[in-house]
Structure formats: C-alpha cells, structure tokens
C-alpha cells in the first residue's frame, strides 16, 4: 500500500513511538502543568515538567504527560521526553529549537541525528505543512511548562 | 425523493456533469482524485468561472455608482445575479442581501439586533433568550454568544439524541414566551441530519419568536423554498453551491429587513448623510456596505442556474443513492462507526464515522495516499464531537459530481487504512 513508501509520512520510528509512547501518564512531583490544545484539529496535550538544579546548571528532571491526538502528535511529544528528560535545560531548548528548525524546513534539511536521534523520523513530516502543527504540540508544551519552571524556581531563589 | 428516479434519474448523467469540472481528472499520488470533500467546500463547473472571466473581461465596474456603461452593465449583471439567486431560493429579489459568506450573514442578524433600540422587536436584553441547537457550526453559535454577552440575554440549546437527531423532549421548555430569536441549521455539516423545520417553526410561531434557518449545508443539495419552509431568516454560502467562495446569501422576510438596524456603516447602504448624522437605504442595501462583491455575484449566479439546469431534485436523488451506497458500506465494514443518522431518513451527503482504533488525522491522511479525499477535525462543530465523545471526526461528503465507483473506492480505501493501521 502507497502509504507506506519511503517518501511518506509514516516512518516504522514514528509508528513504533505511536504504539508504546514512552514515558506516558502523568507523574508526581512536578513544578509546572500545562494543557495545550491545537484548535484546529482538537488535539490536546496535559503535560508536567521537573526542574532541578544539577552542578552545571538546571537539569530537565522529569517531564510526564497524556494526551489525545494523531499518530504524529503523540509519537512527537514520546519522542520528544526521550530527547530532553536528564539533558541540562539549555540543551533541551537547544533540540527543541533543532526540532522547529527542522519542522519548518519544508523538506529541505538534513537532520543531525546527534542532536535529535528518533526525532530524525519526523523530517518527512515537514512537507506536510497541515502536519507540523501536529509534530509541534508536545514540544510547545514542554517549551511553555519549563519556561515557567524555570521563571517559577528564579524567583524562589530570590 | 426515489418515486422520482425511473424518469428523473435517466436526465442526470453524471458522467456529463464529470466533464464540466477538469479538477475531477486530477491525479493525486498516482491514483485518480476522489473529492469527497464537499461539505466544506465544492468544486466549480467551468460554466461559472466562464460567466465570471467573460463578466471581467467585458462588463466590470463598480455597482450603483456613475452613468458610464460598464458602470450600468456592472449593475445589471449584479442584480440581476440578485434576481437569479432570489428565484433559486424561491424568494423575491429585493430579500437577498449578498454578504461575504455565510458567517457574516449569521453576525449580520445578530449585530443588527443588538444594534435595536430598546422596545424594538429586535431588541434584546435580560430575561429574554436566543435558542440554538447543539449541533451548529459555530458560525451560528458564537455570534449568538456574543450578541447575549451583549446584551444579557440567556442562550439556550437543543441538546441531541444518541442517533444523531435534535432531542425535542423539551420543545415546549427550549422555545418558550421569552424566545426572541430561534437559530438552527437545516442539514448538519458533521451529522448530516436533517431537522424538523416544520415542527420548529409552529411552536416558534406559538410563541413569537424569530426564526434563523442555517442552509449552509441544504442549498446545495435539495431543493430550497423559503417561503414553504415558513422562517424569517435563511443564509447560504456560494461556495458549497458550485460558486466562488467570497460571496454568501443571507434571505430575509422583506418587512424585517427593512425594520432592522444596519450591521456596518458606509457607502451605500445611506439614503440621506449629513454632519449630524444620516438616515439609511431600505433592504437590500441597507445591509451592503461599501463595494460589494461583484464579478463573485456573477458567478453565483451562474452556479445557481447550473444546479437549476440539472434541478435540484435530480442533484438530491443522485446524492442519496451515493449515500446510501456509503452507509451500507460502513455498516458492513468492522470498527466502523458512524457518528449521526445510519439511515437515510432526514439526511444529507455528509456523513462523519470514526475507524476504531486511528485518529481521524491519520485516517485523512492514509486516504489522501490514496488519492480520496475527505475532511478531518471537528468541522467547526466542536460541541457536537463532545457530545459523542470524539476528538475529531474523519468525513466523507458527496456531491452531484461523485459516482458510486468513487464510493466504492473510499469504502476499500478504508479496509487499506484499517489494514496499514493494524500492522
């Protein structure tokens, strides 16, 4: 069948991570909850964020969510906790600017499979542009909860 | 509808109707399209983009304004097109007002009445209640929170039955003495149901209230008598009825659009303007301001007269036996779930099923591998997925142009998806 040829939208990573989304559910402790929503299509994703101080920095201790959406929405955002749960929160930002970069690409960028290992599945999916949205939930919400953890933890030490 | 076909279905050849749209021979992925998309939008005969281009290329100016010719054919053609979708709709030319879709007509009503003084029969205030259904698109939703926002009215719903239908327990509770206004669509856009307008209007008559009927979705598809269906209100949408998109209808019983407050301000909707203030032209263009949207008028016109060509008993006879075609299909098809009416009483071409297991998204995309396409999401009709407990919907919508091959083709398209999603 035609969808699943290589040029298509359904690679076997993004499938994989739809199926056994790693992890899935909500956990405690956490500094920041947020719930995200793609109006258009009515997606939906609550997801929690742990900061904490590390000796180099702030670490992305944990990060828990559940949702309900597409195969792409859901893979991203599992893809997405492998990527950024015990990276310093710099780095963290770094993939998730990595990962807009490539979603806005349109196709024509070669990931680093480095900085976004399973994340690399989702350069197809750039060239769907009713789709990037999709990919993007989960790191929007990640992205707003530790910018509020971060804000949250500053002003604690203050 | 089918004692019409022995005779009637031999005049619709749809494999004529085929050839008046190229974009039909499109095709997408390798496969030939299957547009089933069409309650969001249709596709346009060439007939129509032809009254449009030679109305550019020959006749265009502005509308009442100026002595020169083009400015007096432009006017012609405009209002005539006016006559033409007056005719379409079985109502009189000067009760079309041309807005630019369906949901400005819907704000239109809504802005004019909170514009009404105080003691108006179009005012509202507190203690006084809108009513709806829970199945509108939010265009005829949200403008009607926003006018009891407004003005501290009460909105009040039809809520719906597990099949899809208006649950009228409450008739007598829903549109009551206080009900100024009773706003409903006539064919769902996510359902497909279509509603009992005969046994809304007589218990809105009872008790006086306004009624708006939403024909976004029933325009197109059956045919259309205003003054039969009894309201006070129809609005439509060029769009969804083989014309342009930028122009949508709204019709309104001649005394109450001429009692109405005017919606915007500016050129010509005025009769006198002075410094202190200025004093407004009656209905139609009272609630038509500034330029309207011309060559679009034209080409409305001209889908009005195409659907006419066919009639629009032919276009609704064809559309059933595609959709019962898909019904049965569904049913037949495990893990299938249609979400509104699984029988063609009271229902139009749309018809929106969940596949257990694939989100609605995914779905919409496996198929457009396909070639097939078919609209995903909540269709503007978010309260009605809460109702059934689904995010999304995933929805197959037929038009006069669709034939029961190209059915056929979703149904096994649909056994591919489930297959590709299984694995």
């Avoid at chain 2, 983009?49 to 030679?54: K, M, P, S, T, V």
Wanted: glycine fraction near 8%.
């Amino acid at each position: 069948m035609s969808v699943t040829s290589p040029e298509s939208l359904y690679q076997e990573i993004i499938l994989d991570h739809y199926r056994n989304p790693h992890h899935r559910g909500l956990r405690d402790p956490y500094d920041v909850e947020v719930h995200h929503v793609n109006p258009t299509c009515g997606d939906e994703v609550t997801l929690r964020v742990q900061v904490k101080d590390g000796p180099s920095g702030r670490v992305v201790q944990d990060v828990s969510y559940d949702g309900e959406g597409c195969s792409i929405s859901q893979a991203s955002t599992s893809v997405m906790t492998d990527l950024v749960i015990g990276q310093p929160v710099d780095a963290a930002l770094g993939k998730a600017e990595a990962f807009l970069e490539l979603m806005q690409s349109r196709g024509t960028l070669e990931p680093d499979e480095d900085v976004l290992e399973d994340g690399i599945a989702f350069a197809g999916v750039s060239r769907y542009p009713a789709r990037v949205k999709c990919a993007l939930l989960g790191w929007m919400a990640w992205k707003d909860a530790t910018a509020q953890a971060v804000a949250q933890d500053s002003r604690e030490n203050q | 509808m089918t004692a019409l076909l022995p005779e009637r279905a031999t005049a619709f050849d749809v494999e004529a109707v085929r050839r008046d749209f190229p974009v039909l021979s499109r095709v997408i992925h390798g496969h030939p399209l299957v547009y089933l998309d069409n309650a969001s939008s249709s596709h346009k005969p060439v007939q129509v983009l032809d009254a449009e281009r030679e109305f550019a290329l020959q006749h265009y100016s502005n509308v009442h304004r100026g002595v020169h010719t083009l400015s007096q054919e432009a006017t012609e053609a405009y209002e005539q097109a006016r006559s033409t979708v007056a005719a379409f709709l079985g109502a009189q030319h000067d009760e079309i007002v041309f807005t630019k879709n369906a949901t400005e007509a819907y704000n239109l009503v809504a802005y004019s009445f909170g514009n009404a003084k105080a003691g108006s029969r179009f005012a509202l205030g507190p203690g006084d209640e809108v009513c709806v259904t829970e199945m509108e698109h939010h265009s005829n939703l949200v403008p009607w929170q926003m006018l009891c926002e407004r003005t501290g009215a009460t909105l009040r719903w039809f809520p719906l039955t597990d099949d899809g239908r208006l649950d009228l327990a409450d008739l007598e509770g829903l549109v009551n003495e206080r009900t100024k206004v009773l706003s409903f669509v006539h064919q769902s856009n996510l359902l497909g149901t279509v509603n009992p307008v005969d046994v809304l209007v007589r218990r809105a008559r009872e008790v006086g209230a306004l009624v708006l009927l939403d024909g976004a979705q029933s325009a197109p598809h059956m045919p259309v008598d205003v003054v039969a269906l009894g309201v006070d209100f129809y609005v439509a949408t060029g769009h969804k009825m083989l014309g342009p998109s930028g122009i949508g209808m709204l019709w309104g019983r001649k005394d109450l659009l001429d009692a109405m407050p005017p919606f915007m301000g500016g050129g010509s909707m005025i009769e006198v303007v002075q410094m202190s203030g200025s004093t407004y032209a009656p209905a139609p263009e009272r609630f038509e301001a500034g330029t309207p949207v011309i060559s679009q008028a034209v080409a409305l016109a001209a889908a009005c007269d195409y659907l006419t060509g066919l009639g629009m008993e032919n276009v609704a006879a064809h559309e059933a036996a595609l959709t019962g075609r898909l019904l049965e299909g569904l049913r037949r098809l495990p893990g299938l779930q249609v979400i509104g009416p699984d029988s063609l009483h009271s229902r139009g071409s749309a018809v929106s099923f969940a596949v257990e297991g694939v989100h609605p998204h995914d779905v919409g995309q496996s198929l457009d591998e396909l070639g097939i396409a078919v609209r995903v999401g909540h269709h503007c009709a978010a309260p009605v997925c809460r109702r059934y407990g689904v995010p999304a919907t995933a929805r197959a919508s037929s038009y006069l142009y669709n034939t029961e091959a190209e059915i056929d083709r979703l149904l096994e398209g649909l056994e591919q998806v489930q297959a590709f999603w299984k694995a």
